[in-house]
């Protein structure tokens, strides 16, 4: 397992989430849709083909939130990103939330009231 970036350590300054939510990530060059594996105030963990490139800033985007960030390590299909700024914590529990009910194939409570609205009040 060869572990690429600049002195990667398992150097956490903040408590991960493990989500499995759709992101994208747009440098200069590219516009790539990865997956969202863990996410923390700091950065997050991304998995998908192509990734980007050790040392690259891009924007990231995940549920309508983005935020510049920066690769800090590749591996396979894997990489890492750290934010140029946190993710506000009501921000980062919102997507958690929809995280774990992408990842448990539930819905939120507003996506439920949504649902049981009865059709005909849209008329």
């Known amino acids: 397992m060869n572990m690429q970036g600049e002195g990667f350590r398992n150097r956490r300054r ?29 950065g997050a963990k991304l998995r998908g083909s192509p990734i980007p490139g050790i040392g690259k800033t891009a924007m990231f985007r995940l549920e309508g939130f983005q935020l510049l960030c920066k690769v800090v390590w590749t591996r396979d299909n894997l990489c890492g990103v750290r934010f140029e700024e946190l993710i506000p914590p009501r921000v980062l529990a919102k997507l958690r939330e929809a995280g774990n009910s992408a990842e448990l194939g539930t819905v939120t409570p507003s996506e439920q009231q949504a649902a049981d609205e009865p059709a005909s009040s849209a008329n």
């Open 14 to 42: 903040a408590p991960r989430a493990s989500i499995l939510l759709p992101a994208s990530v747009v440098t200069m060059s590219a516009y790539q849709y990865l997956e969202v594996v863990n996410i923390s105030p700091t």
